[in-house]
């Protein structure tokens, strides 16, 4: 059973559009969500990262947005560029055990 | 120079061989954890290393041990390889088990098993 769902599994967003991948949740012990960056041939990399006591954090033209009573967090990433396109990964883990549970990944393609 | 390094790259074997993929961390960290990526992208932890201790250890067969020589290094040797093994393995580790910790992904060692 999947820990994280995720979606959409693939975007297309033209350069300059906002892009926005979600994610949810069902364990409500969950309290670090981390969004990854893949390109293809590399490993995955931390992009930006998340606790449950805000709603919000931003880091240049990356956010995430956190409901925690609806269990979803999302990524937007504002102004996207063709250098963004990649595979991103939301993750959970719990405070006490740094198990990260993937969701499905989330292959974006940002069009010139 | 590379934080998290695997080798080789790229594997290609036949059915039943024997192979291992080396993993070294130059970050002083404590916890490594080997991670599958199959062909649909999705990625699933294996297991993880504290202190040279395994900690997770998740379903997995037997074919597949891992060893921890010491904190910087996690092997992960595979046994009677499967068309089924196929796949990208990726090392990564943490400073330690407690969450909240960046995981720093190695390269990644694409294994196909023909």
């Known amino acids: 059973q999947q820990q994280v769902k995720q979606s959409p599994q693939s975007l297309i967003v033209q350069k300059g559009g906002i892009s926005i991948i979600n994610c949810a949740y069902e364990n409500t012990a969950f309290d670090y969500f981390p969004w990854y960056q893949q390109f293809p041939g590399k490993g995955p990399a931390l992009l930006i990262a998340i606790r449950p006591d805000v709603s919000e954090k931003k880091e240049g033209r990356f956010t995430i947005s956190f409901n925690k009573s609806a269990k979803q967090f999302s990524l937007h990433i504002m102004d996207s560029q063709p250098g963004d396109s990649a595979t991103y990964f939301c993750?959970?883990?719990?405070?006490?055990?740094?198990?990260?549970?993937f969701g499905s990944g989330t292959k974006l393609n940002v069009k010139p | 120079d590379t934080a998290v390094s695997q080798t080789p790259k790229y594997l290609v074997t036949q059915m039943g061989n024997d192979k291992s993929i080396k993993c070294e961390q130059n970050l002083g960290h404590d916890t490594m954890y080997w991670y599958k990526q199959d062909s649909k992208k999705f990625l699933k932890i294996m297991f993880s290393?504290?202190?040279?201790?395994?900690?997770i250890n998740e379903t997995v067969p037997n074919r597949f041990s891992p060893k921890s020589p010491d904190k910087a290094h996690l092997n992960l040797h595979i046994n009677s390889l499967e068309l089924g093994d196929s796949a990208v393995y990726f090392c990564?580790?943490?400073?330690?088990?407690?969450?909240?910790?960046?995981?720093?992904f190695g390269p990644g060692t694409r294994l196909t098993v023909l």
């Open positions: 290393y504290n202190n040279k201790e395994l900690i």
């Open positions: 990564a580790s943490s400073r330690g088990l407690a969450g909240g910790n960046e995981q720093f």
């Open positions: 993750a959970a883990s719990r405070n006490n055990f740094n198990k990260f549970y």
